[in-house]
């Protein structure tokens, strides 16, 4: 049966991770998927969420199934957390979450949700966007277009053509914002321009579709939920996908949530049935440890208060490793004028660099960042980053 299967290509960022894994170079430098590092390399697990799991293990009596829609604890502090508390309580029943396999999960299960609501929905996502949202949403059905984003020539935010174009998508259409972070540039929309597009959105009758992957990696947890706050004052429908991949660490225990805001109680509640009916179709319910780690720390003050306090330590060495890049290329060569790094947000941003030099990077330097150029700040430490800065200024400069 599989005899006439062609293998499919390596995956844009797993793939380049896996060669990194496989290369023997023992200065290698992996700038490639988005996972934190500290100095020494690894990618630690948040005291808070270890914590939480040694309790959650010692209390846990059961491993029978959870409510359908996933654990309370978890979705009602991740809903706190995005919308605000406040916020909260004022949607009542308006707002509904579901718990998925994270990030991913999430964005796939609002697919499925956007196509048994209207089959035909197109998603306008930026451009660039990451490369991952393609294949997981196309694949449920939906048709993508591209608004422009940003602009590779002046490396920022294109505003004046975004708008343009967020300005000629059909009402009814579905615009997929980047939460905060934005993955793959780290250029993120100030609060002004965020009202803007919003205030278009809501005027063209548009479904805000957030993606949220990166919140607390930015400015802060309030900070970089501004723009979600401000798509459910203004809209009447705002689609969530939540992952705590990075802000909890929790990778590989797959946890997320697929959050639906609406008008109407009953709208809300029919959409949440569509979602956990597309659950129940692809996996029937989401693994719990994760969220229920995450659940605990989030309701727990004392493990909600060093939670926050790493995660803000991991956002201040990011951000001093930005500005050490962006004042190192400066002061290495002089081909280009790399001060834009120093304005991203979160984990990546793009070096605007020619594709050739990201190539002659990793196979002569075993130096790997993507081919669009997107490069993991958090893969940088304070031992690799003179050692970056000196090839790409090398590389750049030939
Ligand atoms: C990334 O963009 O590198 C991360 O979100 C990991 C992934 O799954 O692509």
Request: net charge negative; hydrophobic share 40%; aromatic share 8%.
């Amino acid at each position: 049966m599989f005899q006439s299967l062609q293998a499919t290509p390596a995956d844009p960022i797993l793939g380049l991770n896996q060669q990194f894994q496989q290369d023997k170079n023992s200065d290698k430098i992996n700038l490639s998927v988005g996972v934190y590092q500290d100095a020494d390399g690894n990618t630690p697990v948040f005291r808070a969420v270890k914590a939480a799991e040694a309790e959650l293990l010692e209390l846990q009596k059961s491993k029978s199934y959870i409510a359908q829609a996933g654990d309370a604890r978890f979705l009602d502090g991740s809903l706190d957390l995005l919308l605000g508390a406040d916020k909260v309580r004022e949607l009542g029943d308006r707002v509904a979450a579901v718990m998925t396999p994270g990030g991913c999960g999430a964005l796939r299960m609002l697919a499925e949700l956007l196509v048994q609501t209207n089959p035909d929905s197109t998603v306008w996502v930026s451009d660039p966007t990451w490369p991952n949202h393609f294949p997981l949403l196309q694949s449920a059905g939906l048709k993508l277009e591209k608004y422009a984003y940003y602009d590779l020539a002046k490396n920022g935010i294109d505003f004046d053509a975004m708008l343009q174009d967020i300005e000629k998508i059909p009402a009814g259409d579905v615009v997929l914002l980047h939460g905060c972070c934005h993955n793959p540039t780290g250029a993120d929309l100030t609060p002004a321009q965020w009202d803007t597009v919003l205030e278009v959105m809501q005027r063209n009758g548009h479904v805000a579709f957030i993606d949220v992957a990166y919140m607390g990696f930015g400015d802060g947890l309030e900070q970089d939920a501004y723009g979600i706050r401000r798509a459910v004052d203004l809209l009447p429908e705002v689609i969530i996908a939540n992952s705590c991949s990075k802000n909890f660490g929790l990778y590989r225990e797959r946890t997320g949530a697929a959050i639906i805001i609406s008008d109407s109680e009953s709208a809300t509640a029919a959409a949440k049935s569509h979602v956990m009916a597309a659950a129940r179709r692809c996996y029937s319910m989401s693994p719990y440890h994760g969220a229920g780690i995450a659940g605990l720390v989030m309701s727990n003050e004392a493990y909600r208060q060093d939670w926050i306090q790493e995660l803000g330590d991991i956002r201040d060495r990011m951000n001093r490793l930005r500005i050490d890049l962006a004042e190192g290329l400066n002061n290495a060569q002089s081909v280009m004028d790399f001060s834009f790094i120093a304005k991203t947000h979160g984990m990546f941003c793009f070096l605007g660099i020619p594709e050739q030099v990201v190539l002659d990077l990793r196979s002569e330097y075993a130096i790997y960042l993507l081919n669009s150029t997107r490069i993991n700040v958090a893969g940088l430490s304070e031992t690799n980053l003179p050692v970056v800065v000196e090839k790409v200024a090398e590389v750049l400069s030939r």
